[in-house]
Nanobody, 125 residues
Framework: QVQLVESGGGSVQAGGSLRLSCAAS????????MAWFRQAPGKEREGVGF???????RYADSVKGRFTISKDNAKSTLYLQMNNLKPEDTAMYYC???????????????????WGQGTQVTVSS
């Protein structure tokens, strides 16, 4: 049974940092493309960071230079280090996995077939 379980969310002041984790089980983690998405109330889901099987990364322009996505294949865990947080980063954050694309080029949530339950991040000004 595939499971993705996020943790590490919380409430911080603007300028602070958080590190999200996503523990994966039930599938061969290293073969999957992984990503972090977020969704704020009343807004569309947004892809935040993407990492391919080789560890290459891509980011949304809104978080570039502040967020870092990484993974530990031995621990089947995905991470999102978030620095210099802003109030507009407030959202529910989800990790996601997909295995269909050889180049891990998918940036739409519709292309990801496994999802975690989410962890809330709240940034106050």
């Amino acid at each position: 049974q595939v499971q993705l379980v996020e943790s590490g969310g919380g409430s911080v002041q603007a300028g602070g940092s958080l590190r999200l984790s996503c523990a994966a089980s039930g599938f061969t983690y290293s073969r999957y493309c992984m990503a972090w998405f977020r969704q704020a109330p009343g807004k569309e889901r947004e892809g935040v960071g993407f990492i391919d099987r080789d560890g290459n990364t891509r980011y949304a322009d809104s978080v570039k230079g502040r967020f870092t996505i990484s993974k530990d294949n031995a621990k089947s865990t995905l991470y999102l280090q978030m620095n210099n947080l802003k109030p507009e980063d407030t959202a529910m954050y989800y990790c996601a996995a997909e295995s269909f694309r050889a180049d891990c080029s998918a940036t739409s949530g519709h292309d990801y077939n496994y999802w975690g339950q989410g962890t809330q991040v709240t940034v106050s000004s």
